[in-house]
């Protein structure tokens, strides 16, 4: 048995390999794709022979596939070259904001939990009644509105208004609030539902049934049965989030210029800073693949089934 | 305080805006939010400028006649107690007026009096669009927000008047050239220190241009944005403490403005020497106006006046000592967050705003929009030297004059002026920035707007129907999607096929430098230079001409006669040492230029910021970053 989850386990570390290995070779090309960063690094009235000397002095001169494959050697070793913009190692560039960005994720995710999985819950229990149409179309809301124009809003109302929270930056706890709340409502919206559903699908369950007739109290069949079998497709939800939350954070960070890892990937696009383009998602696509590796490992923790191998 | 065209162009408005209005603009803006959101907002390049007394100031704007000067009502209408003070400044300078001489004692008391009115020890928080990715000057090039750090940190040597013409003497070093006109001297200010009190001398003057060149020995390997403008420099010699001279060969009619202009800000040797680029760039040390303190990428950076600052508030050129105590730059991408933080009282200025968010303000009690040009004049380059039509194959229709001629009459720029844009925005009629007085004589306003000529035109030239692309490079120049569209239709109604291909802005710059844009394109033609009438640094490097970078005109073009005469007058401006006579070359040139229609001007675009109303803001040097908090003053309330 350990065998087989050992090689299980290697098998899901060697498609997770070849998935970054394919997102950065993706990344590689489709950044050379979309622009000469030249025209940012030169100065506005370089002649062309000025540029060509800049492109030299960068490598851009080189053929594709030496860069290429220079890349991937580098990439072995953590060396993603300087960034253009910041003239200094790419991945000092990106670790500093990868830490703002994880910080804004988290909270995004714990709004996102905190809130959709009480909702969830209470939907399922009150099914059909007025907290469950409450909580579908709080749901509703968090997904069919956009993100930058909730941001909008919470800075118009929250901080302009009421003068309750400040309108951006990163300069202490009060300041992460909004843009959380902003990330979170997307995946609340979705965690609600996937508990509804889920709890749902448990309660009609013959072991519920089992357990209230047993004369358990139904605190305990809530909380002890039902929502620990149906917390297998919230977690599942968890690793689907993380992109979800990373993808988000671009938009939030904007708006609340909130100095993460998703700006900087948008201004490095715009400048066509392949380095730092490169390092950003190559850390971004790894963390992804990360969560979602140990989500898949959580599931035998979860569901002692998958450990023994009954399912 | 020296009085400039400058005053011509700031208007500061007030007004009145609903919280409503406020909710209605941004939902309105939900969508630009997004494309924000994509692309960024908008940037800034490199420069400067001059203030004074707040009041004293404002009486000397009443004074002029200068039409479209608007006063800011908000200004006139100060506290009792303000206009008591203002009153009495005015009283001491209708009396210092009186006195027959001056003396530098009065002109200080002048100046003591009149900043009374503003408090030196505040703090301006600006909120901007755009960061530097680093703070060092030499490496930041093209990154964008040089604004929040550059322009207060670092000084360069040469200073600029009003009309960025780079002075002789009289900034941070005088200059000349010498021996034939294969030398150029710089003769470095005396008594100068760095923000860290390392001397600014010789030694300092030739280590900065040296590590440009990546020539400096404690790092042969520094990279710099600017070694390609310093390419020119021969070997540098140090004459003595004070003196040092750059070898040219060939004389190079430029050397000012590349070893001395604003992007060539002085650094302290040995501080670099002793703690290395990577430590510099996130700690800068110039000898500018405010010293650093502190910096949090793409968050805030911190700035402290430098008391020791080698020039008075007064001073004639571009060097001044700056009036806040401290001055805090914030970080806010999206434009209406920008706004927002202003409305909630955390940024004194909303640096770069677009129309859009500027009339949120407008009208209101509680806050002014700021309106400064732009040094640049949006334009339609045509491609009037290619013999082909590129579509077709067939003669290329922009040779003909009448068809060229045609797309100018065909575009009623003072309608999307008015109707699309602020208001503010000046009509151009030559790549001469807007306001300058006019080259073109009585040419000036040939081609108003005139569809019934410009259809008659066409006609007369069999071109009905004349199938073109415009490339707009998108992303960086105010309202661009907003004014494009109307260009478009108006070149429509009078009977030409027009395409707009909105380009990203690199990839747009990128084709125009290889001469990979056939067709025409937009562009502001004035760039990096203003195209000041005796600026060495003319708009026609930049545009137009055969070598520009973002012109059409290869030299393997079959020229137009009139194309080369026009392009012989630029050759011959472009090598000449003697300003007046580059002046005159280039004048002929414009007005060879705008006869024969080689291009479609259009208009400058403002650049609009959104203040509190204890902000004042009286500086406008024609550079291209507009507003400079350095010359901000924060008044008494």
């Known amino acids: 048995m350990r065998n087989e989850l050992g090689s299980a386990a290697l098998g899901r570390l060697l498609r997770s390999i070849a998935v970054v290995f394919g997102v950065v070779t993706i990344v590689f090309f489709m950044s050379r794709a979309v622009g000469d960063p030249i025209s940012r690094l030169a100065p506005i009235d370089s002649t062309q022979a000025e540029i060509e000397q800049i492109k030299e002095e960068i490598g851009l001169n080189d053929p594709i596939m030496e860069q290429y494959g220079r890349f991937l050697i580098d990439i072995v070793q953590l060396d993603f070259g300087q960034s253009f913009r910041a003239t200094r190692p790419a991945v000092d560039v990106v670790q500093e904001r990868l830490v703002a960005t994880i910080q804004l994720g988290a909270a995004g995710l714990l709004v996102a939990f905190a809130v959709g999985i009480p909702l969830g819950i209470i939907a399922a229990v009150r099914r059909g009644g007025a907290m469950d149409l409450l909580s579908r179309l709080l749901a509703l809301f968090g997904q069919a509105v956009p993100n930058f124009w909730l941001g909008l809003m919470l800075i118009l109302f929250i901080a302009v208004s009421f003068d309750w929270l400040p309108t951006g930056g990163r300069t202490g706890f009060q300041s992460i609030i909004l843009p959380a709340i902003t990330l979170g409502s997307f995946p609340a919206a979705a965690v609600m539902r996937f508990t509804r559903s889920a709890m749902l699908d448990t309660l009609q369950q013959d072991y519920i049934r089992t357990a209230r007739a047993k004369g358990l109290t139904e605190r305990a069949v809530l909380f002890k049965h039902a929502l620990r079998n149906s917390m297998l497709a919230v977690v599942t939800l968890l690793g689907l989030q993380v992109g979800t939350i990373l993808s988000g954070a671009i938009v939030v960070e904007t708006v609340f210029a909130w100095p993460g890892l998703g700006y900087l990937i948008i201004q490095s696009i715009i400048a066509t800073d392949y380095p730092v383009v490169q390092a950003a998602i190559l850390m971004t696509s790894v963390w992804i693949v990360f969560v979602n590796l140990v989500v898949d490992v959580s599931y035998t923790f979860i569901d002692p089934r998958i450990r023994t191998g009954t399912v | ?637």
């Open chain 2, 1 to 637: 305080m020296t009085t400039s065209n400058s005053n011509y162009w700031q208007r500061l408005r007030s007004g009145n805006l609903s919280r409503r209005a406020l909710l209605r603009a941004s939902a309105r803006a939900g969508v630009g939010a997004a494309g924000l959101a994509l692309v960024g907002c908008g940037d800034d390049d490199d420069d400067d400028a001059q203030p004074a007394a707040a009041q004293a100031e404002q009486q000397q704007q009443q004074e002029q006649p200068a039409p479209r000067q608007q006063q800011d009502q908000q200004q006139q209408q100060q506290t009792a107690a303000q206009a008591e003070q203002q009153a009495q400044v005015q009283q001491q300078q209708e009396q210092q007026q009186e006195q027959p001489a001056a003396t530098s004692e009065t002109a200080t008391a002048r100046q003591q009096a009149a900043a009374s009115e503003v408090d030196m020890d505040a703090e301006i928080i600006v909120g901007y669009g755009s960061f530097p990715p680093t703070l060092d000057i030499t490496t930041a090039g093209g990154g964008g927000g040089q604004g929040a750090s550059n322009n207060l940190h670092f000084a360069a040597l040469g200073a600029y008047n009003s009309g960025r013409q780079l002075q002789p003497t009289g900034g941070f070093g005088d200059w000349e050239f010498a021996e034939n006109n294969s030398v150029f001297r710089w003769t470095v200010k005396q008594g100068v220190t760095f923000h860290n009190g390392e001397p600014l001398n010789a030694e300092a003057v030739k280590f900065y241009w040296e590590r440009i060149l990546g020539r400096a020995e404690y790092n042969p390997d520094f990279q710099s944005q600017l070694n390609a403008r310093a390419a020119w420099m021969g070997d540098i010699t140090v004459i003595d403490d004070y003196t040092v001279e750059i070898a040219m060969d060939p004389p190079f009619v430029d050397a000012a403005e590349q070893s001395g202009g604003i992007n060539f800000g002085l650094l302290p040797k040995q501080y670099i020497i002793d703690n290395g680029d990577d430590h510099f760039a996130n700690n800068p040390i110039g000898c500018g106006a405010y010293k650093f303190i502190s910096w949090v990428p793409d968050q805030e950076i911190r700035s402290e006046r430098f008391e020791e600052f080698a020039f008075p508030h007064d001073a004639p050129y571009q060097w001044k000592a700056g009036w806040a105590k401290y001055l805090t730059g914030r970080f806010f991408p999206e434009e209406q967050a920008r706004a927002a933080a202003l409305e909630a009282g955390e940024i004194d200025i909303a640096y770069r705003i677009s129309p859009d968010v500027a009339s949120q303000f407008e009208d209101r009690d509680d806050f002014k929009v700021i309106v400064l040009p732009d040094v640049r004049v949006m334009a339609i380059e045509l491609p009037v030297n290619q013999s082909l039509d590129p579509l077709t194959g067939e003669e290329n229709p922009w040779r003909d004059k009448r068809v060229r001629q045609a797309a100018n009459y065909a575009i009623d720029a003072e309608a999307i002026i008015n109707n699309l844009l602020t208001g503010n925005e000046e009509r151009a009629y030559s790549p001469f920035p807007a306001g300058k007085p006019p080259p073109l004589g009585s040419l000036e306003r040939q081609y108003n707007y005139d569809p019934d000529r410009a259809r008659a035109l066409l006609e007369e030239a069999g071109q009905i129907g004349f199938a073109f692309t415009i490339t707009l490079p998108t992303g960086l120049w105010t309202a661009d999607r907003i004014w494009m569209p109307a260009v478009q239709q108006m070149l429509n109604d009078v009977g030409f096929q027009v395409e707009i291909d909105y380009a990203d802005f690199g990839n747009a710059l990128s084709l125009m430098r290889n001469k990979e844009l056939p067709h025409p394109f937009i562009f502001n033609q004035a760039g990096v230079s203003s195209g000041a009438p005796l600026g060495p640094a003319f708009a026609y490097r930049l545009v137009t001409t055969v070598g520009a970078p973002y012109s059409h005109a290869k030299e393997t073009d079959e020229f137009l006669p009139e194309f080369s005469e026009f392009q012989a007058l630029i050759t011959e401006a472009n090598a000449e040492f003697d300003a007046e006579r580059a002046n005159d070359l280039y004048h002929q040139a414009a007005i060879i230029s705008y006869e024969n229609a080689f291009q479609v001007p259009l208009f400058g675009l403002p650049h609009l910021y959104a203040t509190t109303p204890d902000i004042f803001y009286n500086e406008y040097y024609d550079t291209s970053t507009g507003l400079n908090p350095i010359y901000a003053q924060k008044l008494r309330a």
